[in-house]
């Protein structure tokens, strides 16, 4: 599913008046791609994220899904959150089940259980179902709900730094994890992250949209990560086109893009 | 694309799931033997003493007073009252035992509650979940929740015409703010990430209230609840001895009639020890609610 973006616009009333957020924001997202978005704080990468989920209407512009407008959220897409957000009074079990039933009416409760266990087992969570969220880790937690997103079986995913609160060695599981669910095991065919490592997006993506605050234009480059797949982690940091890259994000985001205020 | 399983029950996974489980917490290893045994022993020790205390001070009081019972006397009335608790003899205050009349007391105090529980709850949720009936009702709720219950008593008792019913609808006006006002606070305060989850899964607005919504707002439902309890066992004692109705706040101002003091005592320890228990009960079944996660 091919993902259009197009002058998509966005502001929102402050304590300082109007602050703009996303300025004339226009990109393409092919079937297949894995991109990332990387920028500082307040350059609005969530904010463009809840508009391709449908949680937020832009002010201008238009976001298409295969050329169909995109006004609210739909069974296409699916969206791992930052704070896993996870319903903490039901089980992982009952938290990806009611999701999956609740996003996808036209599958039997039968077809819906299945493809539950399925993911749940994939993320090797099934035995772990029938606990809480606040009994199990943080890298439980999110990887219960990458299962949810996929169990929704959407052709986009759309996920809003995943892994940003858990610790390295979890995270480079779960990062091997999401690729494999999304080269293999699932449906899903587009990939958009939210980051704010840049090892991170180098790693999974195909492309890496750089952006940056207003009034700068939302996006500054899209940089393309031409390394073959399946890509591997511990050897991938020796590869020139990785190194090209990262450095070209490092030099972006620490000197071009580096707040003014200084670190 | 292929299908193929990845990582399906895989040694290296349960492994890694395994080691990343968090235990609860683990019973605490005492620092000396014994620790945990002298530290309750000490609790103890230190309630004896502060009760010791309060008797002594108690004791002074009353000797340099007149008419203020004395420990010892309360302690004889204590004993009468115990000895035939269930006695009921007759339609007065003076016929019956004191588990009765604490009985008679909770039967209305459970009556007002539920009513307001009744009202509160479902009231609580509209004004907490739709913007214009919060508006609506603000002003109202802000002006009548400070008057003391009891000045409702008269019109209920006017337009009643009879008293236990007018003390009931004192106590469900006692406990109908707290119950209304947490329950709305919980409902309006559901976290954006709750709400998110239930849009991007596209969760029907059955499935929000179900799922989402009342399980977010019990904790806060249940505060309520508890507050109210506790107001209005106060409310109702005082209710009770305006209306000398038949039940520990008529049974005080009954003994006070008759002068005997020591019986007042003895109801004001009744009294407290009937709301602990009360509080201590809201306080269980709040903490079955309790998912120890950040709200």
């Not at chain 1, 996929?150 to 892994?163: C, N, S, T």
């Not at chain 2, 479902?122 to 709720?141: D, M, Q, Y």
Request: proline share 7%; charged share 20%.
């Amino acid at each position: 599913m091919s993902l259009e973006i197009r002058g998509v616009e966005k502001s929102f009333a402050g304590r300082n008046g109007v602050q703009p957020v996303l300025s004339g924001v226009d990109l393409s997202v092919e079937r297949g791609e894995f991109v990332s978005l990387i920028g500082h704080s307040g350059c609005g990468k969530s904010t463009l994220l809840n508009i391709i989920a449908g949680l937020q209407r832009p002010d201008a512009g238009e976001i298409s899904l295969d050329g169909v407008p995109v006004t609210e959220p739909g069974p296409d897409r699916a969206m791992v959150f930052q704070h896993y957000s996870l319903l903490p009074w039901m089980s992982i079990y009952d938290n990806v089940r009611e999701a999956a039933a609740s996003a996808r009416p036209d599958r039997t409760k039968g077809d819906n259980d299945s493809i539950v266990e399925r993911y749940l087992r994939v993320v090797g969570m099934w035995p772990h179902r029938s606990k809480r969220p606040g009994q199990v880790s943080g890298g439980m937690q999110q990887r219960a709900a990458v299962a949810r997103a996929f169990a929704v079986g959407p052709k986009v995913l759309l996920l809003d730094e995943p892994f940003g609160a858990l610790d390295a060695l979890t995270r480079g599981r779960l990062q091997q994890q999401l690729v494999e669910l999304w080269s293999g095991e699932s449906n899903t065919e587009t990939v958009m992250m939210v980051t704010h490592g840049l090892d991170e997006a180098v790693y999974l993506a195909d492309r890496v949209v750089v952006m940056a605050a207003p009034p700068l234009p939302s996006v500054i480059e899209v940089i393309d990560v031409d390394i073959k797949r399946p890509r591997d982690k511990a050897t991938i940091v020796h590869d020139p086109e990785y190194q090209r890259v990262y450095d070209r994000l490092g030099h972006l985001l620490m000197h071009e893009l580096a707040p003014a205020t200084g670190w | 694309m292929s299908r193929r399983p990845i990582l399906d029950d895989a040694p290296a996974v349960v492994d890694v799931a395994q080691a990343e489980v968090t235990p609860g917490p683990a019973p605490v290893a005492s620092p000396r033997g014994g620790g945990r045994l002298r530290e309750t022993a000490g609790s103890v020790g230190l309630a004896l003493a502060g009760v010791a205390a309060l008797v002594l001070l108690w004791q002074i009081v009353a000797s340099a007073r007149p008419h203020v019972p004395s420990p010892g006397a309360t302690l004889t009335e204590l004993r009468t009252l115990l000895a035939s608790p269930l006695r009921n003899a007759g339609p007065n205050i003076g016929d019956k035992g004191i588990v009765v009349l604490l009985g008679s007391s909770l039967i209305r105090l459970f009556t007002g509650f539920a009513l307001a529980a009744a009202v509160g709850i479902p009231l609580g949720f509209a004004v907490g979940a739709i913007e214009p009936v919060r508006r609506a009702t603000n002003p109202i709720i802000q002006v009548l929740r400070p008057v003391s219950p009891l000045a409702w008593f008269p019109i209920a008792l006017a337009a009643l015409s009879m008293t236990p019913p007018a003390a009931v609808f004192t106590i469900a006006i006692t406990a109908l703010w707290p119950t209304m006002i947490n329950t709305a606070f919980g409902v309006g305060s559901v976290p954006q990430d709750h709400r998110d989850v239930a849009k991007v899964f596209r969760f029907s607005r059955a499935k929000y209230i179900r799922r989402v919504l009342v399980p977010y707002s019990i904790g806060s439902i249940i505060t309520g609840l508890r507050l109210s309890m506790g107001v209005a066992w106060m409310v109702l004692v005082a209710v009770e001895m305006l209306a000398a109705l038949p039940g520990i706040g008529g049974f005080v101002w009954d003994s006070y009639n008759n002068n005997n003091m020591p019986a007042v005592a003895a109801a004001i320890l009744f009294i407290g020890v009937v709301g602990f228990g009360l509080d201590m009960i809201l306080s269980r079944i709040a903490r079955r609610f309790d998912y120890s996660v950040a709200r």
